[in-house]
């Protein structure tokens, strides 16, 4: 009688296990998407389905054991046996959590963005200066209220990437027409600067987000001058008394209004600054 060779008996059950298991998997996915709905996003040409099965390829998502599914109403995203409930309002996918999602739903919008032709983790770093307060984005909005943490993200358009602009960290006068750049004082990062003039009510008008600290116990001064670096106006306003709503940067606006055309037709430079 021709003795058994235990490890080749051994080796044929395990891989006869393994085909079952990954057949299993591969019928269960299966019945799953074709249980599925298929939703489509209107005035894109990809779907729900596409977004949650892009961002389950995400790193976050191999790191987190994440799985999910799409329903009539948005995506279910589950990482770690946390469930994430994205719900779709026909322009926007919303979530709100009382977890800390930032990392999660920093991923999410990569994916989304991927769809849109940004190239994998292209949109990652700007996802980092949105939640640093660096940069407002159109399109993304973030707020935590008590713990209560409220995200969105516009689903119809590619989102505008952030890009690399020359700091300042010292009061410079500049051209009205130069604002592209950052400021930097204090912890704090000014950015999304635009300078307007309105010559109908005669009004210097700039407007800025601020960012980089948790409070906004700061306050802000721009100066404006004529061609000769005149100083002809200037305005402070207190941060403090502005509202934040838990996000993590706040959008704020300075005007000075001037007494004449004369006056007004002067301004040609401004400066900024902040202050305790």
Same mark, same amino acid.
Request: with cysteine; hydrophobic share 35%.
């Given at each position: 009688?021709?003795?058994?060779?235990?490890?080749?008996?051994?080796?044929?059950?395990?891989?006869?296990?393994?085909?079952?298991?990954?057949?299993?998997?591969?019928?269960?996915?299966?019945?799953?998407?074709?249980?599925?709905?298929?939703?489509?996003?209107?005035?894109?040409?990809?779907?729900?389905?596409?977004?949650?099965?892009?961002?389950?390829?995400?790193?976050?998502?191999?790191?987190?054991?994440?799985?999910?599914?799409?329903?009539?109403?948005?995506?279910?995203?589950?990482?770690?046996?946390?469930?994430?409930?994205?719900?779709?309002?026909?322009?926007?996918?919303?979530?709100?959590?009382?977890?800390?999602?930032?990392?999660?739903?920093?991923?999410?919008?990569?994916?989304?963005?991927?769809?849109? =032709?940004?190239?994998?983790?292209?949109? %990652?770093?700007?996802?980092?200066? !949105?939640? *640093?307060? @660096?940069?407002?984005? +159109?399109? $993304?909005?973030?707020?935590?209220?008590n713990g209560n943490n409220y995200y969105s993200v516009y689903v119809l358009?590619?989102?505008?990437?952030?890009k690399e602009k020359d700091i300042v960290t010292e009061e410079n006068i500049?051209?009205?027409?130069?604002?592209?750049?950052?400021?930097?004082?204090?912890?704090?990062?000014?950015?999304?600067?635009?300078?307007?003039?309105?010559?109908?009510?005669?009004?210097?008008?700039?407007?800025?987000?601020?960012?980089?600290?948790?409070?906004?116990?700061?306050?802000?001064?721009?100066?404006?001058?004529?061609?000769?670096n005149n100083l002809v106006a200037s305005e402070t306003l207190d941060l403090?008394?502005?509202?934040?709503?838990?996000?993590?940067?706040? =959008?704020?606006?300075?005007?000075?209004? %001037?007494?004449?055309?004369?006056? !007004?037709? *002067?301004? @040609?430079?401004?400066? +900024?600054? $902040?202050?305790?």
């Open positions: 009688m021709q003795k058994i060779n235990t490890k080749v008996v051994i080796s044929t059950i395990l891989a006869i296990i393994l085909i079952g298991t990954i057949t299993f998997i591969f019928i269960y996915k299966a019945n799953n998407k074709k249980n599925e709905p298929l939703i489509a996003i209107d005035n894109v040409n990809f779907t729900l389905n596409n977004i949650k099965e892009k961002f389950l390829e995400s790193e976050y998502s191999n790191n987190n054991n994440c799985n999910g599914y799409v329903y009539d109403n948005g995506i279910m995203i589950t990482c770690n046996k946390v469930q994430y409930d994205f719900l779709f309002n026909g322009f926007e996918l919303e979530l709100s959590t009382n977890q800390n999602a930032n990392e999660l739903f920093k991923y999410f919008v990569d994916s989304i963005e991927q769809l849109h =032709g940004y190239a994998p983790d292209e949109y %990652l770093n700007t996802m980092d200066k !949105f939640f *640093s307060g @660096t940069t407002s984005i +159109i399109g $993304l909005d973030f707020s935590n209220n358009e590619p989102l505008e990437k952030y500049k051209n009205l027409e130069d604002y592209n750049y950052e400021f930097q004082s204090l912890g704090y990062t000014i950015n999304n600067i635009e300078l307007k003039k309105d010559s109908e009510e005669y009004l210097v008008i700039f407007s800025g987000v601020i960012g980089g600290q948790d409070n906004y116990d700061v306050n802000f001064t721009i100066k404006f001058y004529d061609t000769a403090s008394s502005y509202d934040s709503f838990g996000r993590p940067s706040m =959008g704020f606006v300075a005007t000075a209004r %001037l007494d004449n055309q004369e006056t !007004f037709n *002067s301004i @040609t430079k401004y400066s +900024i600054s $902040l202050s305790k």
